[in-house]
């Protein structure tokens, strides 16, 4: 299974970028699927998750201005970041499940500069 992503970019401070993901490689439902980060010196942390017919989590800090999504039965999501802020600078990376075992993408850059 590999997870692809793209969309990061350098934005200022208030404006919008959307994040892709695509999963290839299995015929088999990725579930769930979810948006990490990683901020220089910091931990990886959880911003979304997503579970096909469920409702969506987010992490406290993007709760209103990011929205994450995923197509029926697709192993695609993607995470619409308004709003953007300094802080939400940081390497994001698409995760998924499938049974047990979890697959990363390979992080894509977001820069928001104030």
């Known amino acids: 299974v590999q997870l692809q992503a793209s969309g990061g970019g350098l934005v200022q401070a208030g404006g919008s970028l959307n994040l892709s993901c695509a999963g290839s490689?299995?015929?088999?439902?990725?579930?769930?699927m979810a948006w990490y980060r990683q901020a220089r010196g910091n931990q990886r942390e959880l911003v979304a998750s997503i579970l096909v017919g469920g409702a969506p989590t987010y992490s406290d800090s993007v709760k209103g201005r990011f929205t994450i999504s995923r197509a029926n039965a697709k192993n695609a999501v993607t995470l619409q970041m308004n709003s953007l802020k300094p802080e939400d600078t940081a390497v994001y990376y698409c995760?998924?499940?499938?049974?047990?075992?979890?697959?990363w993408g390979q992080g894509t850059q977001v820069t928001v500069s104030s």
């Open positions: 490689g299995t015929l088999w439902q990725l579930n769930p």
């Open positions: 995760n998924a499940f499938w049974g047990s075992s979890q697959y």
